[in-house]
């Protein structure tokens, strides 16, 4: 086929009748495009042509489109661009994804489409590799199809990712784009991402007891079917695994009484827990969301009918595990490398307390491509939201400092060795739920640690989350990490007020970027003060 220099325009057009634009407007935001499914078809088109021309803007690199609305219910659905690094897409193309997926009819939509290939200098003549995958929503299959005909319209090379959870496609693109060089992450197939994960937990545990069973809850999602391409790959007495929740066909079952934004929201186990045999006194347990790029640990100290024998060991716990292991092994390896953690608003303010004692704490809006940006600005660079989305960003730098240690005693070369290991088994692209909790074993085993010691590293002060239903979230607009409001006019004093009245009081008011809601956070030194904090910054809310 000879070069291609312009828009293949009419094939672009004739196509798009087949995807007729919805009346809604819609924003790429916080995770992509997120709405309910049935609004989606002509964006997931639309996104299927801008698939192709970031590739070509980045010469040819792969890059991936994942369709999932994560946490969200199983009649929403969504769709996110992931850029050459296996990272979330380039902040400066966002707008570009609204703009063509708003623009209204065919001849808008061609102007916008050449508005970025001149904005971005795209040499159109160099080929397209997009991948592409989805997770278990019953809308995704139609979706996908929708992708594929814009991808065939301006013409892409296609690869069917298949069925697989966001992170492993993020980890699909990077293992793509490093393929061959010195950096090469890993296979760029799915057994090659539970080959890399579960080779170095399995390394990186050597010598150590065998952990405790941890039961999974997989949110009815494609977790379930991550998790058992990694038990093919590590044996059951390494990594005793115990999965719940694994109905990834049954009809409105996804993230439906369970997984992690049901479990943290809750703070209470899934629903029918009480009556699973494998959930008892002590034993570690965690639930993942719908894609599998979340996750939050728990346990019982007593029957799971009494609210306080459950104890939730959320994303801050694992930023605080994971601070004060690695601090540790940072200092007896004496490697030149500096840490730091980075958090939102949503943080215990006791996390925040004990993570400052360690390491250097930054702190970003909700979204988890702010927080990895902030991390990279480290050279071990930790970052969680509360809600169980993180990872550990090791640096190019400290990669190097590891590689060339030179341990002078026993003790800093098992440290050396030990950071190496955590290095391998953490997902460097994204959050992911399996690499996580992966990560979170290596740890207890290092510290023969169970959930209770874990859980002491500090105590909690008391939290609420709610969702408030608004007739516009958009009038609500924030500052200062989305810590104060500064629309609607006079709110951010009134909660000023209503906090003042509490000891350890907090709370914040954000619009959500991924459901139709606006998110009160409220925290206490005690209980009965939380709830009526929460109560009244929500009456407020309400109000406007
Ligand atoms: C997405 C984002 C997260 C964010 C969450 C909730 O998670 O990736 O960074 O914390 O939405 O965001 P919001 O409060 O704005 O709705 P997921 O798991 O749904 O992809």
Redesign the pocket.
Known sequence: MPPVHALPVEAIVRALAAHPKSAAHIVYG??GFRTKAALLDSTCFRIGLIGALRSKALDGKVVGLMVTA???PEPDNGVKIVDARGEMLDAAWEPVCTRIANAATAEELVQELQHVVDAFQIDLSVPARVVYAWDTRPSSPSLVRAIVDGMDAIGAEKMDGGLLTTPQLHYLVFAYNTAGTPDAYGEPTEEGYYHKLGDAYLSATQNKPAPVTLVVDCANGVGAKSLQGLEKVVPHDRLPLQLLRTEMKAPGALNNGCGADFVKTNQKLPAGYDQESHVQQNTLLCSF?GDA??IVFYYLTGPPEKSENFHLLDGDRIAALAADYLSELVEQSGLDVQLGCVQTAYANGSSTLYLEKRVPVAFTP???KHLHHEAEKYDIGIYF?A?G?GTVLFSKRAMQAIRDAKPSTPAAHAAVQQLAGLAAVINQTVGDAVSDMLMVLVILAARQWGPVEWDALYTDLPNRLCKVQVSDRTQFKTTDAERRLTSPAGMQAQIDALVAQYPLGRSFVRP????DVV?VYAEAAKAEDVAALAKQVTALVETA
Not at 512 to 515: A, C, N, R, V
Request: net charge negative.
């Open positions: 916080t995770a994560s946490h969200n969301d790029d979340r909700t979204g988890v939201e809600n989305h959500s970027g991924t459901e998110r």
